[in-house]
């Protein structure tokens, strides 16, 4: 017996042009939460997935339990007690809870699947691990939270002594980032140990046991929550000294820009996702939309920028009407939109960084001369605002789906600045980015504000709505539910109202 | 038990079962009194319905077995078209009904093999591997068919003894040759490995979430190879059917579409086994009555739109059910392994 559930020596991972994995040494105590934090695109998937058997290290040696191992395929990991909780969940959606957890390992009575024995299961799990989950319950009706327990209680189903959590809170509410670290303590209690990979510094502080940071494919080093604070855990992150709070002054809110009335969206189903809302942001401020993914801020985003059919109710830009799905119209009325999805919505990933850069302009001088394109003022173009913008690209005629998600955000952020703004529609302008260029996008949005556009800001990272919005709208089921000031609100009055909680509701609203 | 549970059961079973009740009551109904006035011809309108539907219910369980696991299988035509040949010369330079069913069925197993290779190994689009197998079986069909070889005798009824003699449902249910028998029993199997065993559960798994049943250690490719093979069997039986049962001969695009009408049976059966016999009786049905209403003579309709009854249907019930159904998640999207 080892005191260590899983340690990797010396591990090196190549991809064509990248060293993913540079000589990477990890250990991981039995019974410790052990925090992987890295930038992403630092290598903490690919050693995840080097551990869980999808990929093949090129050196290296793995150990669970103090035996050296080799792990060709998530079959071995399972074998070995080594269970991972992806970031997307790996569920069937239309399968009940009892038939997702015994996939793969089914118990049978002769030929046929015996799933009692499987509901018997889920309910031992639940009641040994204190997860509550109906076993009968069809997972697609589940909420998120529920569904990341049915995730935990697959590991444990395959007697999974280590267990792999990769990004687990990105998808919660605040108070369901709480259930989970209650479960995680519960787990480690009974001797699980946890390998927990994030890019949330506070969260890490809150719930490791040690903290490992990798940086570039290697590791950066190893420390423990007493022995450090967010400001060092972003500097070893990153590299340099990072500022963590925007800084930013009072609002100087002036005319009103976006006014929506009485909205009503449906989504791809046709169920209504836009629920009556009435918003107003007005030039100099940022209207931040916080809510938990899924309650309607991507149709309300779609239908304020013109992508979706609206259903009922208005959108006047700068009082004037907004004709149905015109998104020529908001163009060329001042509107930019940083999209949610920056690979579907945002770019055209096949075409270069100077092609993207023209999209919402290509059609006029200088881009344009009479039906021909002015190929010299495209480049100049592209030459000026990655400069201007910092881009790191090997050129400007790379194509934009080579670039790395941070570089691709600035793309979009650097045309649709390059415009002259009067109203800015980001929607989770930083997802998935790393600490760098969060602070960079950050600053640039405070800049716009300060020129005086409007900005209505969704994302469904609190910390992100706290730190950058004036007012702060939630949502929830298709609804405001209910517009603070930034300043008044605190974390868990938001978590709260973004879980739907009557409780914290004041009188309903007009934002 | 309490009354308001009780109640609550009641709604619940109804809700579950109300249509599929009302509808067989009616049905039989229809039965008894069309049978009560001309029992001979109601008895041959229902056993050419399950005749008729034993291609399209045979055709539609391949396509959901593959559907299933994600591939979409549009070259039953095509698989049935082969098998029913191929059946059909073994039989002819063999003398041996048994040999030809069977190498209808490999023949079948076969072009499974094929689409497998094409959509799941080669990742092409799955349409095309489809057309292709439909374009290719034609051409060969077409090709070495020669005109003037005749079948060695055909698949006879079986009636099952005194079974037989029970007035209407003997000589409709019980006095069929063996295919025919064997698409029912098929029917069941079917449901049986697609909902109640391991096998069942990792094919839908591999059809809604492909990557989740990986990381379970499932092999993705396998099942689908697995799933499409058998599929194609299952319709080299209906193409054998076709010429050794129904028939007793082969004849030029003797499939006569019926492929296609199988995967519109498929989609009306919701991609269940049940459902799919279901729909395949109703088609069966409307071109049994086709027929009726050709050869009794009584309508004053012209042949060709009776003929166009079953396919009518087809249209119809396509249009007016495809938006509803909801097929596998992952259907027809080739799986990539990660890394």
């Known amino acids: 017996m080892s005191e260590m559930a899983l340690e990797v020596r010396n591990i090196v991972k190549r991809f064509p042009g990248v060293l993913a994995n540079d000589h990477v040494n990890f250990s991981l105590r039995k019974g410790e939460v052990h925090a992987l934090l890295g930038e992403n695109g630092a290598g903490k998937t690919t050693l995840m997935n080097i551990i869980y058997g999808l990929y093949h290290p090129d050196e290296g040696d793995i150990f669970v339990d103090g035996q050296k191992v080799t792990i060709d395929s998530p079959h071995d990991a399972i074998r070995l007690g080594i269970g991972m909780v992806h970031q997307h969940f790996m569920l069937v959606p239309v399968f009940t809870v009892a038939e997702n957890l015994i996939l793969g390992a089914e118990p049978t009575k002769g030929w046929s699947l ?53 990004e687990p809170t990105a998808v919660l509410t605040p108070q369901e980032v709480e259930e989970l670290f209650v479960i995680m303590r519960q787990l480690t209690e009974r001797g ?48 340099r000294e990072v500022v963590l709070q925007v800084e930013k002054a009072p609002a100087q809110p002036a005319d009103v820009v976006l006014e929506v009335r009485d909205l009503h969206v ?209 949502m929830y089921h298709g609804k405001i539910v209910a517009v603070l000031e930034a300043g008044k609100a605190t974390r868990t009055e938001l978590g709260l109202l973004m879980a739907g909680s009557q409780a914290a509701q004041p009188e309903a609203v007009q934002a | 038990m309490n009354t308001p549970a009780s109640f609550a059961n009641w709604k619940l079973f109804w809700k579950r079962w109300g249509i599929g009740l009302t509808t067989t009551a009616v049905v039989v109904a229809a039965i008894l009194y069309y049978y009560a006035r001309t029992p001979q011809v109601t008895e041959a309108v229902l056993a050419s319905t399950l005749r008729q539907s034993v291609p399209l219910v045979l055709g539609a369980l391949c396509g959901l077995m593959g559907e299933r696991a994600a591939v979409i299988n549009i070259g039953i035509e095509g698989q049935m078209l082969m098998a029913a040949f191929v059946a059909f010369l073994v039989n002819v330079y063999t003398g041996n009904l048994l040999l030809g069913v069977t190498a209808g069925i490999l023949i079948g197993a076969l072009l499974g093999l094929l689409l497998a290779f094409m959509s799941v190994t080669l990742k092409i689009d799955q349409i095309i591997g489809g057309t292709v197998i439909n374009i290719l079986a034609i051409g060969l069909t077409g090709y070495f068919y020669k005109v003037g070889l005749s079948a ?188």
Not at chain 1, 202 to 223: F, P
Not at chain 2, 200 to 215: C, K, M, N, S, Y
């Open chain 1, 114 to 166: 015996d799933l009692a024995a499987a509901r018997k299961a889920v309910r031992r799990l639940s009641e040994q691990y204190g997860l509550e989950v109906d076993p009968d319950a069809v997972v697609e009706d589940l909420p998120v939270g529920v569904q990341q327990r049915v995730e935990i209680l697959k590991a444990l189903y395959r007697e999974a002594k280590v267990l792999v959590l990769d």
């Open chain 1, 266 to 474: 449906e989504d791809e189903r046709g169920l209504l996702a836009v629920d009556g809302v009435n918003l107003e942001v007005r030039a100099g401020e940022i209207l931040g939309v916080a809510g938990v993914q899924g309650n309607g801020q991507t149709e309300l985003v779609e239908a304020i920028t013109g992508l979706r059919h609206i259903r009922g109710g208005k959108v006047l830009l700068g009082g004037q009407a907004v004709p149905p799905r015109a998104p020529r119209f908001l163009i060329e009325h001042g509107m930019g939109h940083i999209p949610e999805d920056r690979q579907k919505h945002g770019l055209v990933l096949s075409y270069t960084i100077a092609d993207n850069l023209v999209l919402c302009t290509y059609y006029k001088p200088p881009f344009a001369k009479g039906m021909q394109r002015n190929q010299a003022a495209v480049v100049e173009n592209a030459r000026r605002l990655v400069e201007q913008f910092d881009v790191r690209t090997p050129s400007i005629f790379t194509t934009a789906g080579s670039l790395s998600g941070g570089n691709q955000q600035k793309v979009i952020v650097a045309r649709e600045f390059s415009r002259p703004l009067k109203l800015l529609v980001a929607n989770q302008p930083t997802r998935g980015l790393d600490v760098g260029s969060i602070e960079y996008i950050h600053k640039r949005i405070i800049q716009m504000r300060d020129q005086g556009a409007a900005v209505l800001l969704v994302s469904a990272e609190l910390d992100e709505i706290m730190s950058l919005a004036d007012r702060i709208a939630v």
């Open chain 1, 192 to 239: 699980v140990s946890i390998i927990f990979i994030t890019h949330k510094l506070k969260e890490v502080l809150a719930i490791a046991d040690h903290i490992t940071v990798m940086r570039r494919g290697k590791v950066v080093g190893t420390t423990t929550p007493a022995e450090t604070s967010e400001q060092g855990l972003a500097a070893m992150m990153v590299g």
């Open chain 2, 152 to 339: 060695h005798g055909k698949l006879n009824p079986i009636p099952l003894g005194p079974l037989a003699k029970i007035p209407l449902i003997g000589p409709v249910l019980f006095d069929n040759p063996p295919i025919t028998y064997a698409s029912i029993i098929l029917v069941f199997v079917v449901h049986y490995v697609l909902f109640y065993t391991p096998w069942g559960l990792r094919t839908r798994a591999v059809g809604e979430h492909p990557r989740a049943a990986d990381t379970l250690g499932i092999n993705v490719y396998l099942v689908r190879y697995v799933n499409v093979v058998v599929g194609g069997a299952l319709a080299g039986l209906a193409g054998a059917y076709l010429s050794l049962e129904a028939v007793g001969s082969f004849e030029r695009l003797m499939t006569n579409g019926r492929g296609f009408v199988a995967l519109a049976v498929m989609i009306f059966g919701k991609w269940t086994p049940l459902g799919s016999w279901g729909a395949a009786l109703l088609f069966g049905f409307a071109t049994a009555l086709q027929t009726q209403l050709q050869f009794g003579g009584k309508v004053n309709i012209p042949p060709q739109f009776i003929g166009m009854l079953p396919y009518l249907l087809t249209i119809i019930v396509l249009a007016g059910f495809v938006g509803r159904a909801r097929p596998p998640a992952a259907d027809g999207i080739p799986y990539e392994k990660e890394g």
